[in-house]
Nanobody
Framework: QVQLVESGGGLVQAGGSLRLSCAAS????????MVWYRQAPGKQRELVAG???????NYADSVKGRFTISRDSAKNTMYLQMNSLKPEDTAVYFC??????????WGQGTQVTVSS
């Protein structure tokens, strides 16, 4: 089983930026579509961004133009660059594989808090 560890969250003012990292325990990007989800208090977990095995990216409308998903295969790490952050971006952010989402298997996530 692939282990994924999120990091890079923190407290940032509205308009600021953060880069989240998702470190994988082995090389997986050629075989696995990758996703970032987030969950705000009292809300369902929602898909934020995804990248396919061929590098095609997709974003939720709420973050389009502000967030960028990317992968570094050499480092077995996926990133979520978050710019122009808004208070409504406050949530715990999770990375996962498509298969992990299907299994309902989630890690600890990393907390992002955006102050106004």
């Amino acid at each position: 089983q692939v282990q994924l560890v999120e990091s890079g969250g923190g407290l940032v003012q509205a308009g600021g930026s953060l880069r989240l990292s998702c470190a994988a325990s082995r090389s997986i990007f050629s075989l696995n579509a990758m996703v970032w989800y987030r969950q705000a208090p009292g809300k369902q977990r929602e898909l934020v961004a995804g990248v396919t095995t061929t590098g095609r990216t997709n974003y939720a409308d709420s973050v389009k133009g502000r967030f960028t998903i990317s992968r570094d295969s050499a480092k077995n790490t996926m990133y979520l660059q978050m710019n122009s952050l808004k208070p409504e971006d406050t949530a715990v952010y999770f990375c996962n594989t498509a298969l992990g989402v299907g299994r309902g298997s989630w890690g600890q996530g990393t907390q992002v808090t955006v102050s106004s």
